[in-house]
């Protein structure tokens, strides 16, 4: 471009500035109770996490992988430390502004957010579109197209109670995405599911990456899901005692 107009010159000469990254710990602790019971789950964690990534977080039973998970959602304060969302400190955020970032930046594949038993297939994929306050019009069209998407469109007015676990699994994936999160955040994503169709979620979480480039943070014990992963994160009592990409992980 080598006419640039008069009536923009210091737009031409700016740097490009790259954009913050998706997620960033700072320095997190988390110690739960107080006193001679205090426990120190979380000793001090840096962890950047990049646009489109797909990080898994791995290690024992008690390391402190859940709860790495909830900080970086914005589930749970640390204790010191700080959590920044596209480069904004979370602690300076209201409680009301900390929901519309969960609502509107995020989607959880956990297996303790149960689906709502006496609710429909489609009631409970549109809860989140619901919380956004997004108008019945729209919430349909997306609700949806995020069944669709699951091959759930049939079971919309099936009640959650009445489908098969990787049935259920996949409407949780589905409420999941309805919100159009940048990351989606899944604890032990397939840790009740048999083999095969634990591999069909992972495919879908995978694909959701592929196509619409959702950063995706998996807590897992399944080192096969793992190594589908761009990188690798190990915590050990409460550290990250490794980072590398997934395809060497031990
Ligand atoms: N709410 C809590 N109160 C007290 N201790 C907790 C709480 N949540 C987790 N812990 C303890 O913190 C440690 C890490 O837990 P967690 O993050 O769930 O580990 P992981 O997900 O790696 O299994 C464990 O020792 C656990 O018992
Ligand atoms: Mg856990």
Sequence with gaps: ????????????????VPPPPVLRAHALTRTYGKGDTAFR????????????????????????KSTLMHLLA???RPTTGRVEVHGTDASTLSARELNRVRNSEFG????????????????NV????????????ERRRRTLEALDSLGLADKAGN???????????????????????????ADEP??????????QVEDILFGLRRDRGITLV??????ELAARCDRSVTIADGLVVADRPAEVAA
């Design 1 to 16: 471009m080598s006419t640039a107009s008069s009536a923009e010159p210091a737009r031409a000469a700016a740097p490009p």
């Design 41 to 64: 789950a979380l000793r001090g964690v840096d962890l950047t996490v990049a646009r489109g990534e797909s990080l898994a977080i791995v290690g024992r039973s008690g390391s402190g």
């Design 74 to 76: 914005l589930l749970d």
């Design 108 to 123: 959880f594949v956990f297996q303790q957010f149960f689906l709502t038993a006496g609710q429909t297939v489609f009631e």
């Design 126 to 137: 549109s809860l989140p579109l619901v919380i956004a306050g997004v108008a019945p019009k």
């Design 159 to 185: 009640r959650a109670t009445d489908l098969s676990g990787g049935q259920k699994q996949r409407v949780v994936v589905a409420r999941a995405l309805v919100g159009e999160p940048s990351v989606i955040f």
């Design 190 to 199: 397939t840790g009740n599911l048999d083999t095969a169709t634990g591999g």
């Design 218 to 223: 998996v807590v897992t014990h399944d080192h």
